[in-house]
């Protein structure tokens, strides 16, 4: 069978008739048709057309690999599916592949829901000296032991955060220093912005420092941004206040290309009050 191929979708309609002229699927006018040719070839015959500008389709070649996960999928249904793509990004990142890992780290920070900016949100009243926080998504108990170096200084500590599955990580931290500790501002953001140029799950680390008036006291807004475990760039805002003994300590974290989280925590950082 010969055929004359759609330039615009492809198609191919079947060349059986002299007056074929526009395509059966989309309708565009095909690129080839036997009037015009005519004129440029009197002596023509229908014939010689089907032979200059007709096509045969290639042959498609059986795809034993799709037959495979066709009948693999008809037998371990979606959950099979499931546990078998979990099983081969994990591969992918086990091996440490640049794809693999760019891979997991989206699953891990997909962008975040859209929805978010318009829904209610939750506000939370958190620890002894109250930060009081609205986010999209609810901050449960994150406690955990302090650095040995830094637990001595510390009266009291609180930590809060949400589940890391969200696209947007959330951690609020609380500190209340023993008498004579020194908690200045600049020092405090110092101290982060050091923590996070040694921890070696970041590289190229990129950041400004604006001291910004939150709750009707001094605060240290750091933004910026930095490539995580060499596999997707996440971008940054820490928040930073302090009052005599007290230091609270905000950190949002969420995938650079997303502009909805960039807005999200924007907002975030609007909403928090020390009383």
Known sequence: MIYLKCKSCGHYNELKSEFLTFCAECGKKLPANYAEWKLKRPEGTFEDFQRE?????KKARKNHLGELQQKYLAWAGRRGAIITVILVIGLA???GGYIGKRVVFNLIYPKINKAWLYSSWETAKIGR???EISTPMHLGV?????????AQFVEYAKSYRNRV???????VNMYSFRPNVSNDLEIAGAATASEMKKNEEISDLKYKTDTIMQSGMNALLQEG???YKSGIRLSFCNLLLVNGPHRWEVVIRYREDDTTAAATAHRIIKSIHVK
């Open 225 to 227: 941004s930095f490539n």
């Open 93 to 95: 990142a086990v091996a």
């Open 129 to 131: 000296q109250t930060i």
């Open 165 to 171: 599955e969200e696209g947007m990580q959330v951690e």
């Open 53 to 57: 500008k007709g096509v045969k389709p």
């Open 142 to 150: 994150n406690d955990k032991p302090l650095a040995p170096e830094v």
